[in-house]
């Protein structure tokens, strides 16, 4: 154990209060909960939580933590910023660019960014990615490790495409917990019905040999997908060539941290993710034909991506 986790163990780690005040800044700089103030909000990540309990190390882009691979010592630089200036708080060395030559710059780019000058990027916040055969963390694995060290209940993160093959079925460790798959709403925007929701849980499938080509499950590469979808409609980019990025309560479809409730497209009342129409629309197109979207909300939704919470009864 180093004398930092020594000096952390000395805290109250499940004071919950204490991680309201840790996460504050996120809020702040971003503008609260599903939301980036970034002009290009579908690829930059909207504030949500994952369960610490969710990310183990094993979820980790090499398959285990950081600190395994002899960054511990970043990791450790990484838990004393957090706990000294909360996540993204504007002493934190995330503000600093190589050609800073004082504190001030970097409290003035907080504060830019914190009024809606500037963005804060699209990896301010872990980014845990997916395929039709798991999912796990790209970016932001430093980040997570020194959050879990510290005793963390939850992490930001949001969800996008991993169009990687180490999330395929070849890595056990990545796969889906049949408990948590695609929530409703995302096989929805995905064009997925059940069967095929469910068919990244390998491991109730009788394998043909242990060389099966998992990453043929990629939806670019899926001709079963391809055939669904046409090449039209939010199924054939959504979370992938557009690289949407997606709430994890969303991506599941669930609240993930007990009181938080889940994230739900921010439309008029009386429409829902499952109104928003799948055809008429280009991979790369950002607004439907006006028969599909008669008020133009859908249209606003995927341009000025927006979310807020819902919390079920």
């Known amino acids: ?103 001030n710059d970097a409290r003035e780019r907080y504060e830019k960014v914190a009024s809606g000058e500037s963005a804060v990027g699209n990896v301010a916040i872990p980014s845990l990615g997916f395929t039709p055969g798991g999912w796990g963390i790209i970016e932001g694995n430093h980040r997570t490790e020194a959050l879990r060290r510290m005793g963390a209940p939850y992490i930001p993160a949001y969800f996008n495409d991993g169009s990687i093959g180490r999330f395929g079925g070849k890595n056990p460790q990545y796969r ?4 948590m798959i695609y929530g409703e709403d995302m ?24 060389d099966f080509d998992f990453s043929a499950f990629d939806f670019r590469r899926n001709d079963f997908h391809n055939n669904i979808t046409s ?28 009181g938080m409730g889940r994230m739900v497209p921010n439309l008029p009342d009386g429409l829902t993710a499952q109104d928003i129409p799948l055809e008429e629309l280009f991979q790369y197109d950002t607004s439907w034909k006006k028969a599909n979207d008669p008020t133009g909300a859908f249209t606003d939704f995927f341009r000025n991506r927006d979310w807020k919470v819902i919390h079920d009864d």
């Open 176 to 179: 889906y917990d049949p408990n």
């Open 231 to 258: 090449g039209y409609g939010l199924p054939a980019s959504f979370g992938s060539k557009r690289r949407d990025a997606i709430p994890p309560s969303f991506f599941f479809g669930r609240e993930l941290v007990p």
């Open 1 to 103: 154990m180093t004398v930092f986790d020594r000096a952390w163990d000395s805290i109250v780690k499940i004071d919950e209060g204490m991680w309201e005040e840790i996460y504050a800044p996120l809020y702040e700089v971003l503008g609260g909960r599903g939301k980036n103030r970034s002009h290009y909000a579908n690829t930059a990540s909207p504030l949500d939580f994952i369960p610490t309990e969710l990310l183990p190390p094993s979820r980790h882009w090499q398959g285990d933590s950081p600190s395994s691979f002899g960054r511990d010592g970043y990791v450790e630089m990484l838990m004393e910023s957090i706990m000294e200036h909360g996540m993204l708080g504007s002493g934190s060395d995330w503000w600093k660019y190589s050609s800073d030559t004082s504190p």
């Open 187 to 210: 096989m929805h925007l995905m064009g997925l019905d059940e069967n095929y929701a469910l068919y990244p849980h390998i491991a109730d499938y009788d394998l043909p040999n242990d």
